[in-house]
C-alpha cells in the first residue's frame, strides 16, 4: 500500500470498506468522482465541524469530490491510478475552524511543527474478481508531540464516530456510483 510508504507510523488510524460488484477500475474512477456530501448525514456532520457553517458566514461545499478536498488544503502524496490514492494535510485539528496548513507533498514526511498533527487518508480499491472488488478506506494521524497528541486524543474522541459515517456513507456512494450500470466510465459493466 502507498498509505504504508507515506505514513509508516502513526497514533491514530480508523479503516472502513465495501463489498463492490464492479470491476475494479471503474470503481476507482468513481473514488476519484463521487461526491462524499451527497448523503445528509454527511452534509450536516461537515456542517456541523465547521462554526462558521453554523452561523451562516460559509456554506458546506455543493461537492466534496477529492480534488474539492485537494482544492480545500489536501495534497496528493501518492497514487497508483486505478488502484490507490494517498491524500495529506497538516495542522491543529482540534482548533477552530480546523486549523488546517496547506504543506508541499515533499515535506509531509518530516512536517513536525510543534502542536500539529499530520493525517494521511488513502483510498483504496482491490479486483476481487473481473466484476468484484473491495474498496477500503484508511485514516492515519501523526502527532508532532505529546501536546498535539493530547488535544488530538480528545478531540477524535469528539468527531470520530462522525467521521466514521461520512466514510461509510462515501463508501456506500463509490458502491451505488460504480454499480449503476446507466453511469458511463471506464471499466464500467
Known amino acids: 500500500m502507498l498509505l504504508d510508504t ?3 507510523r502513526w497514533d491514530v488510524t480508523d479503516r472502513h470498506a465495501i ?3 464492479a ?5 476507482y474512477d468513481a473514488v476519484r468522482h463521487v461526491d462524499s456530501a451527497a448523503a ?3 452534509r450536516l456532520l461537515l456542517a456541523l465541524r465547521n462554526p462558521l457553517v453554523l452561523i451562516g458566514r460559509r456554506r458546506v461545499p455543493a461537492r466534496v469530490t477529492l ?3 485537494v482544492g480545500g488544503g489536501f495534497v496528493i502524496l501518492a497514487e497508483e491510478p486505478g488502484r490507490e490514492i494517498v491524500l495529506g494535510v497538516a495542522g491543529r485539528f482540534w482548533a477552530l475552524p480546523g486549523g488546517r496548513r496547506r504543506i508541499a507533498a515533499a515535506d509531509f514526511a518530516t512536517h513536525a511543527e510543534p502542536n ?3 493525517a494521511a487518508m488513502s483510498f483504496w480499491v482491490e479486483a ?4 468484484r472488488c473491495r474498496v477500503v478506506t484508511e485514516t492515519r494521524v501523526l502527532c508532532a508531540d ?4 493530547r488535544s488530538f486524543r480528545r478531540y477524535w474522541l469528539l468527531v470520530r464516530p462522525g467521521s466514521a459515517l461520512i466514510r461509510r456513507a462515501a463508501l456506500a456512494r463509490i458502491k451505488q456510483e460504480a454499480e449503476d450500470p446507466r453511469v458511463a466510465g471506464p471499466g464500467r459493466r
Do not use: L, W
Open 116 to 118: 500539529t498533527a499530520k
Open 19 to 21: 463489498a463492490v460488484s
Open 146 to 149: 505529546e501536546r498535539a497528541r
Open 67 to 69: 480534488d474539492d478536498a
Open 40 to 42: 445528509p448525514i454527511a
Open 23 to 27: 470491476a475494479a477500475d471503474g470503481t
Open 6 to 8: 507515506v505514513m509508516p
Open 128 to 131: 476481487a474478481g473481473p466484476d
